[in-house]
């Protein structure tokens, strides 16, 4: 809920979507992602045609000298590159690295976020019931309204995506929407 005086921004932030898929459960991923790119990629370009800021988080891979377009060139460089062609940061995106699972967790992002005057976040990318769920719950408990297009996210396990969903509308107030309800043209999305 916001308080009076608090930020009325609006920002995207796309996780984890810079990825070369070489890591335990990549294979039970890969299908979900594939599924959520074209819609993510809608999402991306009409947040971008309105103004609003795209901002990257994602892991680092555990390469702590590397920098995002590092991470970019490597991603593309991998044998799934057709999952990160069509929503790659253009010249005007933002990018956080991560080492963990919240986009929040030892990165500038709330500090990003105010200095943008944000105070609602969609988020979107991957994995729901892991980098998703802890981001959700962290932008939460900064007093950030969350928006959680269910068609932009992907999961390793459905079930888990489910469960994770609906805990982030129950317990974080999070709106859980389909990326066309998405509104990037006022200051809330819905």
Request: proline letters at 4%; a negative charge; glycine letters at 4%.
């Amino acid at each position: 809920m916001r308080t009076a005086g608090s930020a009325t921004g609006l920002a995207l932030v796309v996780i984890d979507m810079i990825n070369t898929y070489e890591h335990k459960d990549a294979d039970l991923l890969v299908s979900s992602v594939a599924r959520v790119v074209p819609v993510l990629a809608e999402l991306i370009r009409r947040a971008r045609d309105a103004d609003v800021p795209v901002i990257y988080a994602n892991d680092n891979f555990g390469l702590w000298r590397s920098q995002h377009d590092e991470l970019v060139r490597t991603a593309l460089d991998r044998p799934h590159s057709d999952l990160i062609e069509p929503i790659l940061p253009d010249d005007d995106s933002l990018f956080v690295m991560k080492a963990r699972h919240s986009i929040f967790y030892e990165t500038p992002m709330a500090y990003l976020l105010s200095q943008l005057g944000v105070g609602q976040v969609v988020l979107c990318g991957q994995v729901t019931e892991q980098c998703v769920l802890y981001s959700a719950l962290d932008a939460h408990i900064r007093h950030l309204e969350v928006v959680v297009p269910r068609d932009a996210v992907a999961s390793i396990h459905p079930r888990l995506e489910a469960a994770a969903l609906e805990m982030m509308e129950r317990n974080m107030d999070a709106r859980i929407v389909g990326a066309r309800d998405v509104d990037f043209r006022g200051t809330r999305s819905l």
